[in-house]
Protein backbone atom coordinates (compact mmCIF):
# COMPACT_ATOMS: atom_id res chain seq x y z
CA UNK A 1 0.00 0.00 0.00
CA UNK A 2 1.24 3.72 -1.01
CA UNK A 3 2.38 5.51 2.14
CA UNK A 4 1.06 8.44 2.49
CA UNK A 5 2.81 11.73 4.23
CA UNK A 6 1.44 12.29 7.58
CA UNK A 7 -0.32 15.76 8.09
CA UNK A 8 1.38 17.98 9.15
CA UNK A 9 0.81 20.74 12.25
CA UNK A 10 -0.44 24.08 12.12
CA UNK A 11 1.14 26.69 14.11
CA UNK A 12 -0.43 30.43 14.56
CA UNK A 13 1.12 33.33 16.33
CA UNK A 14 -1.12 35.94 17.62
CA UNK A 15 -1.09 39.40 19.07
CA UNK A 16 -1.27 43.29 18.48
CA UNK A 17 0.72 45.66 16.56
CA UNK A 18 4.46 45.48 16.72
CA UNK A 19 4.98 42.42 19.03
CA UNK A 20 7.50 40.85 16.67
CA UNK A 21 5.39 37.96 15.13
CA UNK A 22 6.60 38.34 11.77
CA UNK A 23 10.33 37.98 13.62
CA UNK A 24 9.34 35.26 15.61
CA UNK A 25 7.54 33.29 13.01
CA UNK A 26 11.01 33.46 11.21
CA UNK A 27 12.80 32.32 13.62
CA UNK A 28 10.43 29.27 14.60
CA UNK A 29 10.97 28.21 10.65
CA UNK A 30 14.53 27.83 10.85
CA UNK A 31 14.47 26.13 14.07
CA UNK A 32 12.00 23.46 12.75
CA UNK A 33 14.45 23.74 10.13
CA UNK A 34 16.99 22.97 12.08
CA UNK A 35 15.20 19.91 13.46
CA UNK A 36 14.48 18.64 10.08
CA UNK A 37 10.69 20.17 9.73
CA UNK A 38 10.10 21.47 6.15
CA UNK A 39 7.85 24.35 7.12
CA UNK A 40 5.65 26.92 5.27
CA UNK A 41 5.57 30.36 6.09
CA UNK A 42 2.22 32.34 5.32
CA UNK A 43 0.43 35.24 6.95
CA UNK A 44 -3.30 36.52 7.15
CA UNK A 45 -4.60 38.88 5.84
CA UNK A 46 -3.11 37.28 2.81
CA UNK A 47 -1.05 34.10 2.10
CA UNK A 48 -3.00 33.39 -1.32
CA UNK A 49 -2.60 35.90 -4.42
CA UNK A 50 -6.63 36.20 -4.33
CA UNK A 51 -6.35 37.23 0.03
CA UNK A 52 -2.98 39.64 -0.73
CA UNK A 53 -5.40 41.20 -2.88
CA UNK A 54 -7.87 41.67 -0.05
CA UNK A 55 -5.37 42.69 2.17
CA UNK A 56 -4.57 45.52 0.34
CA UNK A 57 -8.23 46.33 0.78
CA UNK A 58 -8.02 45.68 4.63
CA UNK A 59 -5.26 47.54 5.58
CA UNK A 60 -4.78 50.54 3.93
CA UNK A 61 -7.08 53.91 3.69
CA UNK A 62 -8.75 55.77 6.40
CA UNK A 63 -9.39 53.63 9.56
CA UNK A 64 -13.49 54.27 9.30
CA UNK A 65 -13.11 52.70 5.77
CA UNK A 66 -14.65 50.02 6.77
CA UNK A 67 -17.31 49.11 9.91
CA UNK A 68 -16.62 45.73 12.15
CA UNK A 69 -18.54 43.38 10.36
CA UNK A 70 -17.84 44.48 6.53
CA UNK A 71 -13.97 44.28 7.53
CA UNK A 72 -15.06 40.32 9.28
CA UNK A 73 -16.25 39.43 6.32
CA UNK A 74 -13.71 40.25 3.88
CA UNK A 75 -11.42 38.52 6.51
CA UNK A 76 -13.20 35.58 6.07
CA UNK A 77 -12.98 35.59 2.37
CA UNK A 78 -9.30 36.36 2.26
CA UNK A 79 -8.88 33.66 5.16
CA UNK A 80 -11.44 31.16 2.69
CA UNK A 81 -9.06 31.70 -0.40
CA UNK A 82 -5.86 30.96 2.28
CA UNK A 83 -6.85 27.62 3.85
CA UNK A 84 -8.50 26.13 0.33
CA UNK A 85 -4.92 27.00 -1.55
CA UNK A 86 -2.65 27.26 0.20
CA UNK A 87 -2.58 26.20 4.13
CA UNK A 88 -4.69 23.00 3.06
CA UNK A 89 -2.46 21.80 0.68
CA UNK A 90 0.62 22.05 2.34
CA UNK A 91 -0.57 20.31 5.65
CA UNK A 92 -1.67 17.26 3.48
CA UNK A 93 1.74 17.38 2.02
CA UNK A 94 3.32 16.60 5.23
CA UNK A 95 4.71 20.25 5.52
CA UNK A 96 3.65 22.12 8.85
CA UNK A 97 2.08 25.75 8.42
CA UNK A 98 3.04 28.83 10.24
CA UNK A 99 0.91 31.64 9.88
CA UNK A 100 1.04 35.13 11.48
CA UNK A 101 -2.01 36.11 12.52
CA UNK A 102 -5.28 33.59 11.57
CA UNK A 103 -8.69 33.29 12.95
CA UNK A 104 -8.14 34.55 16.65
CA UNK A 105 -7.12 38.11 14.97
CA UNK A 106 -11.70 38.47 13.91
CA UNK A 107 -12.62 37.09 17.53
CA UNK A 108 -10.34 40.00 18.62
CA UNK A 109 -10.19 42.74 16.20
CA UNK A 110 -13.85 42.62 15.20
CA UNK A 111 -14.98 41.35 17.62
CA UNK A 112 -13.53 42.36 21.17
CA UNK A 113 -12.14 45.70 20.17
CA UNK A 114 -15.04 45.55 17.57
CA UNK A 115 -18.06 45.00 18.12
CA UNK A 116 -19.41 42.35 16.07
CA UNK A 117 -21.11 39.53 18.06
CA UNK A 118 -18.96 36.46 18.99
CA UNK A 119 -21.76 34.33 17.45
CA UNK A 120 -21.53 36.04 14.24
CA UNK A 121 -17.95 36.12 14.01
CA UNK A 122 -17.83 31.93 14.82
CA UNK A 123 -20.15 31.55 12.27
CA UNK A 124 -17.64 33.43 9.15
CA UNK A 125 -14.94 31.85 10.66
CA UNK A 126 -16.17 28.40 10.74
CA UNK A 127 -17.24 28.72 7.04
CA UNK A 128 -14.41 30.17 5.90
CA UNK A 129 -11.65 27.06 7.56
CA UNK A 130 -13.97 24.37 7.55
CA UNK A 131 -12.22 22.59 10.35
CA UNK A 132 -8.87 23.56 9.70
CA UNK A 133 -7.87 24.75 13.12
CA UNK A 134 -4.62 25.55 14.75
CA UNK A 135 -2.81 22.84 16.36
CA UNK A 136 -0.76 25.27 18.61
CA UNK A 137 -1.26 29.16 18.76
CA UNK A 138 1.22 31.30 20.61
CA UNK A 139 -0.08 34.45 21.50
CA UNK A 140 2.57 37.24 22.41
CA UNK A 141 1.83 39.46 24.60
CA UNK A 142 3.04 43.10 25.06
CA UNK A 143 1.71 46.68 26.03
CA UNK A 144 0.35 48.47 23.28
CA UNK A 145 2.21 51.15 23.91
CA UNK A 146 5.79 49.49 23.32
CA UNK A 147 3.76 47.58 20.03
CA UNK A 148 2.53 50.47 18.61
CA UNK A 149 5.92 52.07 19.27
CA UNK A 150 7.72 49.23 17.38
CA UNK A 151 5.30 49.00 14.62
CA UNK A 152 5.28 52.92 13.88
CA UNK A 153 9.23 52.32 12.80
CA UNK A 154 7.76 52.62 9.43
CA UNK A 155 8.11 48.99 8.53
CA UNK A 156 4.49 48.39 7.15
CA UNK A 157 4.58 51.50 4.81
CA UNK A 158 1.06 52.52 4.20
CA UNK A 159 -0.61 49.61 5.78
CA UNK A 160 -1.47 51.68 8.75
CA UNK A 161 -4.80 51.68 8.74
CA UNK A 162 -5.66 49.40 12.00
CA UNK A 163 -2.31 50.89 13.93
CA UNK A 164 -4.50 54.61 13.77
CA UNK A 165 -7.67 53.18 15.81
CA UNK A 166 -6.61 54.75 18.68
CA UNK A 167 -5.61 53.40 22.39
CA UNK A 168 -9.33 51.80 24.07
CA UNK A 169 -9.20 50.03 20.68
CA UNK A 170 -5.61 48.47 20.96
CA UNK A 171 -5.99 48.15 25.15
CA UNK A 172 -9.34 46.15 24.26
CA UNK A 173 -7.12 43.90 21.58
CA UNK A 174 -4.32 43.01 24.23
CA UNK A 175 -7.24 42.27 26.91
CA UNK A 176 -8.95 40.18 24.04
CA UNK A 177 -5.82 37.76 23.41
CA UNK A 178 -5.46 37.61 26.70
CA UNK A 179 -8.77 35.88 27.30
CA UNK A 180 -8.66 33.73 24.29
CA UNK A 181 -5.07 32.42 26.00
CA UNK A 182 -6.98 31.88 29.30
CA UNK A 183 -10.59 29.97 27.98
CA UNK A 184 -8.42 28.12 25.66
CA UNK A 185 -5.18 26.83 27.46
CA UNK A 186 -5.05 23.43 25.85
CA UNK A 187 -4.21 25.07 22.55
CA UNK A 188 -2.82 28.54 23.05
CA UNK A 189 0.58 29.23 25.28
CA UNK A 190 1.07 32.72 25.98
CA UNK A 191 4.31 34.30 25.41
CA UNK A 192 5.43 37.28 26.86
CA UNK A 193 6.95 39.29 23.51
CA UNK A 194 8.52 42.71 25.92
CA UNK A 195 11.33 39.98 26.27
CA UNK A 196 14.65 40.52 24.49
CA UNK A 197 14.43 38.82 20.86
CA UNK A 198 16.52 35.66 21.57
CA UNK A 199 14.47 35.00 25.15
CA UNK A 200 11.09 35.16 22.87
CA UNK A 201 12.56 32.90 20.46
CA UNK A 202 13.47 30.18 23.80
CA UNK A 203 10.05 30.21 24.84
CA UNK A 204 8.52 29.91 21.83
CA UNK A 205 10.42 26.64 20.78
CA UNK A 206 10.25 25.44 24.67
CA UNK A 207 6.10 25.53 23.95
CA UNK A 208 6.73 24.20 20.56
CA UNK A 209 8.71 21.13 22.19
CA UNK A 210 6.31 20.71 24.81
CA UNK A 211 3.24 20.93 23.03
CA UNK A 212 4.09 19.24 19.36
CA UNK A 213 6.30 16.87 20.38
CA UNK A 214 9.46 18.44 18.67
CA UNK A 215 13.31 17.83 20.36
CA UNK A 216 14.25 20.82 21.90
P1 LIG B 1 -0.29 42.58 10.25
O1 LIG B 1 0.10 44.01 10.36
O2 LIG B 1 0.02 41.76 11.46
O3 LIG B 1 0.15 41.94 8.98
O4 LIG B 1 -1.91 42.53 10.20
C1 LIG B 1 -2.66 43.46 9.50
C2 LIG B 1 -3.78 43.99 10.35
O5 LIG B 1 -4.96 43.21 10.15
C3 LIG B 1 -3.50 44.00 11.84
O6 LIG B 1 -3.66 45.33 12.28
C4 LIG B 1 -4.59 43.16 12.44
C5 LIG B 1 -5.67 43.10 11.38
N1 LIG B 1 -6.46 41.86 11.35
C6 LIG B 1 -7.78 41.90 11.76
O7 LIG B 1 -8.26 42.95 12.17
N2 LIG B 1 -8.54 40.77 11.70
C7 LIG B 1 -8.05 39.57 11.23
O8 LIG B 1 -8.77 38.56 11.18
C8 LIG B 1 -6.66 39.55 10.79
C9 LIG B 1 -6.08 38.27 10.26
C10 LIG B 1 -5.91 40.70 10.87
Avoid at 128 to 136: E, I, K, Q, S, Y
Avoid at 157 to 174: C, I, L, Q, S
Avoid at 188 to 195: F, K, L, T
Avoid at 198 to 206: E, T
Wanted: hydrophobic residues 40%; aromatic residues 6%.
Amino acid sequence: MAETAPRGRFITLEGGEGAGKSTQARRLASWLAERGIDCLQTREPGGSPGAEQIRALLVTGEPGRWDAATEALLMNAARRDHVVRTIRPALAAGRWVICDRFLDSTLVYQGYAGGVPAATLQALIAAAVDGTRPDLTLVLDLAPDRGLERAQGGKYGTETRFERKGEAFHAAVRDGFRRIAEQEPGRCAIVDAGQPEDAVAADIAAAVSERLGVPP
